[in-house]
């Protein structure tokens, strides 16, 4: 590969140009994302961020093409980020590692087990079985190890370095070594000291097998970490989804259906029942209820009428409405939430990972001992051979093979407990959190709540007999999908009655005739419209049960009140115990909700949260977790609707339970799927020791390269000894993260 030149823009044109964001192809580490970001902040008047992780780089003062041209100038690929599929680039690249994952492990086997039987026993050996391990090694260290010499070829063009420099020139260094002894003819006499002998004649082939094994290893990681990009990425997708696709918009009298990109501010759109909602807007015609849910998290819907104000995306469930729009587009809520998502996802990814900081340090570093080993020897007239043998003893015992494991190894075993669990860990970002959160904040409805309204309380009038107002109410209530409805239908445990024609009036209630008796269910307003007077018992338990964030349903048969049926969303039963355990832990809990104060409080109270934070619009949830970062606290954010999606991101742990929508899952670091809160508590447990677990990998790790690099130096070691040194180096780190295996819940 040949470097290019690039004609490049002068400060005053450069200036001109807005901000530019550029997908990135080809990087591997967190060293090839400095060396782009360096190459274009060179250019004159150009400002350049780029994020590894989502591998995206943010331009300002430079146009598309000099940008793209700039970034290939230095061996990387870059396209307009509006252009990219990301899911079938991501698909892509997955594909890719996968397939030289298979064709390595496929060889790397039987190479291991031919080899080392061949190699340790003589009397086994057949003609040319040397040039049989050649053969099987190299695809594997030629086709399989590829992305790693193509990154290595990429950096040293440009004078950086990388993990991959190391694992590409081990493998290639393990696999020229057995070449040059076979063609040299090694095998003609004894080969090294094992520790506790020589080993045969021929030994020199074992290192074949080292080639392999690190090229399987790192791939894995590679695999792994590339499916966790993958999930990181689909928010903006999950959003795309979830907004209307089209909106019927009324123009001289007459109801058209557009694209919603057509939909302007202060058009009138229709929406009938059971429609969503294109864009924000201010009633003008009609009334009925809304489900608000999924922007509010709140599970009772809101009656609407001539002057209500209405948000994209939600659902109208009863009557045709007629609205104004205020905010389409880009200025909907429901976008600018997505923004805010998306530009906290941003912010967490720029964290760079521990590993890849040391190794900008540690790979020049080796690479110089290398040198200086080979020199040393060499010129103290021990003889090539000798002066070769240490130096690659270094460059091979040094290979970060458990550099390269320590966090891809833990992840996946903890990952895979997790799943055992119900607990989905997203990546490494998540387990960094965990073990340095002291607040968990809880969004209320379908997190700590059950997020279904359920009758909670009956109140008969004197006289009426309050099993037959709830079946009455039940027959009237039957086929609706309110959640008022569904929750009365659902407490009717006897046979329900029939009602031939039920009407609804939306925003009020609904009227029919059942048994013979004429029956209305709704709103005091509704019973008032029927001249049906409502007792001040009652009155007053509306009034008191509205305090608390519930809502009750009067039932009135032949013109008079019969009962009043409650219903409330419900508090978990595991919620205070699972509160209890994360005090336990040190935690600090708050209760986050767009309820109103009285009723957060009453969850508040009963669950014994330590902070509760009610009547909070949706877009303002993600201030309020980066104002409690702001004072200090490291905050983990437990949700599962859309309107916490931001929050999620901007916390810096989210926790999404699967109930929650797909928003809100793509939005956290951790998703727990099991149906029972006590995840939560799980999820950070386990988050906490694999974090534990990855760190004493790297511990292990670099200790284990402090004490053996000198002693390879040195001349002690010989590269079989340092080929098998660095497996067991590997294999250690490997059993300590299988360990995970072993963790188990508390609910």
Same mark, same amino acid.
């Given at each position: 590969?040949?470097?290019?030149?690039?004609?490049?823009?002068?400060?005053?044109?450069?200036?001109?140009?807005?901000?530019?964001?550029?997908?990135?192809?080809?990087?591997?580490?967190?060293?090839?994302?400095?060396?782009?970001?360096?190459?274009?902040?060179?250019?004159?008047?150009?400002?350049?961020?780029?994020?590894?992780?989502?591998?995206?780089?943010?331009?300002?003062?430079?146009?598309?093409?000099?940008?793209?041209?700039?970034?290939?100038?230095?061996?990387?690929?870059?396209?307009?980020?509006? @252009?990219?599929?990301?899911?079938?680039?991501?698909?892509?690249?997955?594909?890719?590692?996968?397939?030289?994952?298979?064709?390595?492990?496929?060889?790397?086997?039987?190479?291991? @087990?031919?080899?080392?039987?061949?190699?340790?026993?003589?009397?086994?050996?057949?003609?040319?079985?040397?040039?049989?391990?050649?053969?099987?090694?190299?695809?594997?260290?030629?086709?399989?190890?590829?992305?790693?010499?193509?990154?290595?070829?990429?950096?040293?063009?440009?004078?950086?370095?990388?993990?991959?420099?190391?694992?590409?020139?081990?493998?290639?260094?393990?696999?020229?070594?057995?070449?040059?002894?076979?063609?040299?003819?090694?095998?003609?006499?004894?080969? *090294?000291?094992?520790? *506790?002998?020589?080993?045969?004649?021929?030994?020199?082939?074992?290192?074949?097998?080292?080639?392999?094994?690190?090229?399987?290893?790192?791939?894995?990681?590679?695999?792994?970490?590339?499916?966790?990009?993958? $999930?990181?990425?689909?928010?903006?997708?999950?959003?795309?989804?979830?907004?209307?696709?089209?909106?019927?918009?009324?123009?001289?009298?007459?109801?058209?259906?557009?694209?919603?990109?057509?939909?302007?501010?202060?058009?009138?759109?229709?929406?009938?029942?059971?429609?969503?909602?294109?864009?924000?807007?201010?009633?003008?015609?009609?009334?009925?209820?809304?489900?608000?849910?999924?922007?509010?998290?709140?599970?009772?819907?809101?009656?609407?009428?001539?002057?209500? +104000?209405?948000?994209?995306?939600?659902?109208?469930?009863?009557?045709?409405?007629?609205?104004?729009?205020?905010?389409?587009?880009?200025?909907?809520?429901?976008?600018?939430?997505?923004?805010?998502?998306?530009?906290?996802?941003?912010?967490?990814?720029?964290?760079?990972?521990?590993?890849?900081?040391?190794? =900008?340090?540690?790979?020049?570093?080796?690479?110089?001992?290398?040198?200086?080993?080979?020199?040393?020897?060499?010129?103290?007239?021990?003889?090539?051979?000798?002066?070769?043998?240490?130096?690659?003893?270094?460059?091979?015992?040094?290979?970060?093979?458990?550099?390269?494991?320590?966090?891809?190894?833990?992840?996946?075993?903890?990952?895979?407990?997790?799943?055992?669990?119900?607990?989905?860990?997203?990546?490494?970002?998540?387990? =960094?959190?965990?073990?340095?959160?002291?607040?968990?904040?809880?969004?209320?409805?379908?997190?700590?709540?059950?997020?279904?309204?359920?009758?909670?309380?009956?109140?008969?009038?004197?006289?009426?007999?309050?099993?037959?107002?709830?079946? *009455?109410?039940?027959?009237?209530?039957?086929? $609706?999908?309110?959640?008022?409805?569904?929750?009365?239908?659902?407490?009717?445990?006897?046979?329900?009655?029939?009602?031939?024609?039920?009407?609804?009036?939306?925003?009020?209630?609904?009227?029919?005739?059942?048994?013979?008796?004429?029956?209305?269910?709704?709103?005091?307003?509704?019973?008032?419209?029927?001249?049906?007077?409502?007792?001040?018992?009652?009155?007053?338990?509306?009034?008191?049960?509205?305090?608390?964030?519930?809502?009750?349903?009067?039932?009135?048969?032949?013109?008079?009140?019969?009962?009043?049926?409650?219903?409330?969303? +419900?508090?978990?039963?595991?919620?205070?115990?699972?509160?209890?355990?994360?005090?336990?832990?040190?935690?600090?809990?708050?209760?986050?909700?767009?309820?109103?104060?009285?009723?957060?409080?009453?969850?508040?109270?009963?669950?014994?949260? @330590?902070?509760?934070?009610?009547?909070?619009?949706?877009? @303002?949830?993600?201030?309020?977790?980066?104002?409690?970062?702001?004072?200090?606290?490291?905050?983990? %954010?437990?949700?599962?609707?859309?309107?916490?999606?931001?929050?999620?991101?901007?916390?810096?742990?989210? %926790?999404?339970?699967? $109930?929650?929508?797909?928003?809100? %899952?793509?939005?956290?670091?951790?998703?727990?799927?099991?149906?029972?809160?006590?995840?939560?508590?799980?999820?950070?447990?386990? $988050?906490?020791?694999?974090?534990?677990?990855?760190?004493?990998?790297?511990?292990?790790?670099?200790?284990?390269?402090?004490?053996?690099?000198?002693?390879?130096?040195?001349?002690?070691?010989?590269?079989?000894?340092?080929?098998?040194? %660095?497996?067991?180096?590997?294999?250690?780190?490997?059993?300590?993260?299988?360990?995970?295996?072993?963790?188990?819940?508390?609910?």
């Amino acid at each position: 590969m040949t470097s290019t030149t690039v004609d490049l823009p002068d400060k005053e044109q450069s200036v001109l140009h807005p901000p530019v964001q550029l997908q990135i192809g080809g990087m591997t580490c967190a060293a090839c994302a400095t060396t782009i970001e360096k190459r274009l902040s060179r250019i004159e008047g150009v400002h350049a961020s780029v994020n590894f992780v989502s591998e995206r780089a943010t331009v300002t003062g430079i146009d598309v093409e000099h940008a793209i041209a700039a970034v290939n100038d230095v061996g990387y690929t870059a396209a307009l980020l509006s @252009d990219v599929d990301l899911a079938a680039e991501a698909e892509r690249r997955i594909t890719m590692l996968r397939r030289r994952l298979i064709v390595a492990v496929l060889l790397t086997l039987p190479l291991m @087990d031919i080899g080392l039987v061949l190699a340790l026993e003589p009397q086994l050996r057949f003609p040319a079985w040397d040039w049989l391990l050649v053969a099987l090694s190299l695809p594997v260290v030629f086709w399989s190890a590829w992305p790693f010499h193509k990154a290595t070829w990429s950096n040293l063009r440009h004078g950086m370095t990388s993990m991959d420099t190391l694992v590409s020139l081990g493998v290639l260094s393990s696999f020229g070594w057995s070449l040059i002894a076979i063609v040299i003819g090694a095998q003609d006499h004894e080969g *090294y000291w094992l520790g *506790y002998g020589i080993t045969p004649a021929g030994a020199d082939t074992l290192y074949l097998d080292v080639a392999a094994g690190v090229t399987c290893f790192l791939l894995a990681g590679r695999y792994f970490e590339a499916r966790a990009k993958r $999930s990181a990425r689909s928010v903006l997708m999950a959003l795309g989804q979830l907004a209307a696709k089209n909106a019927r918009v009324l123009r001289d009298g007459v109801e058209t259906v557009i694209p919603v990109e057509q939909l302007s501010t202060s058009d009138l759109f229709v929406a009938r029942s059971g429609e969503t909602l294109p864009a924000d807007g201010v009633v003008v015609e009609g009334s009925s209820s809304i489900d608000a849910s999924m922007m509010t998290g709140e599970p009772i819907p809101t009656d609407v009428t001539i002057g209500s +104000t209405i948000l994209g995306g939600t659902m109208n469930l009863t009557g045709r409405i007629v609205v104004r729009a205020t905010g389409v587009g880009a200025h909907s809520q429901l976008a600018h939430m997505a923004v805010l998502a998306e530009e906290a996802q941003a912010r967490k990814a720029n964290v760079q990972r521990l590993v890849d900081k040391i190794v =900008e340090i540690f790979v020049p570093a080796v690479l110089a001992i290398v040198v200086l080993t080979f020199f040393g020897w060499w010129i103290t007239g021990v003889g090539t051979r000798h002066a070769l043998s240490a130096a690659l003893s270094v460059l091979v015992i040094a290979c970060p093979c458990a550099l390269g494991l320590a966090t891809p190894t833990a992840l996946m075993v903890g990952v895979g407990r997790g799943g055992q669990l119900g607990i989905l860990i997203k990546g490494p970002e998540a387990l =960094e959190a965990s073990g340095r959160i002291d607040t968990v904040v809880f969004d209320k409805t379908g997190t700590v709540t059950s997020g279904d309204m359920t009758l909670v309380t009956t109140i008969p009038v004197d006289g009426h007999n309050v099993d037959r107002a709830l079946r *009455y109410a039940a027959a009237l209530d039957q086929h $609706s999908t309110h959640p008022v409805a569904k929750a009365v239908v659902a407490a009717a445990e006897q046979t329900i009655p029939a009602c031939p024609s039920p009407r609804t009036i939306a925003g009020r209630g609904v009227i029919g005739d059942v048994e013979g008796h004429h029956v209305m269910v709704g709103n005091r307003a509704f019973l008032a419209e029927g001249n049906i007077e409502v007792p001040d018992k009652l009155n007053h338990i509306v009034l008191e049960a509205a305090t608390e964030g519930r809502s009750t349903a009067l039932v009135a048969i032949d013109g008079q009140v019969a009962a009043a049926l409650v219903v409330a969303d +419900t508090v978990k039963p595991e919620a205070p115990e699972v509160i209890a355990q994360l005090k336990a832990m040190g935690l600090r809990t708050v209760l986050l909700t767009g309820d109103s104060k009285a009723a957060a409080e009453a969850v508040g109270t009963q669950l014994g949260i @330590d902070e509760v934070l009610a009547e909070v619009l949706p877009t @303002d949830k993600a201030d309020i977790v980066e104002g409690l970062r702001a004072k200090g606290h490291v905050v983990a %954010m437990v949700g599962d609707g859309i309107n916490d999606a931001a929050a999620l991101a901007s916390s810096d742990l989210g %926790m999404a339970l699967v $109930s929650g929508t797909d928003i809100a %899952m793509r939005s956290a670091d951790i998703i727990c799927v099991r149906h029972h809160l006590g995840v939560v508590v799980d999820a950070i447990g386990l $988050s906490r020791r694999t974090l534990r677990t990855i760190q004493g990998n790297l511990a292990w790790a670099f200790i284990y390269n402090i004490a053996a690099i000198p002693i390879a130096a040195a001349g002690l070691l010989n590269p079989l000894i340092s080929g098998l040194a %660095m497996s067991l180096s590997s294999l250690f780190v490997v059993v300590h993260s299988l360990r995970l295996r072993n963790f188990g819940t508390r609910s």
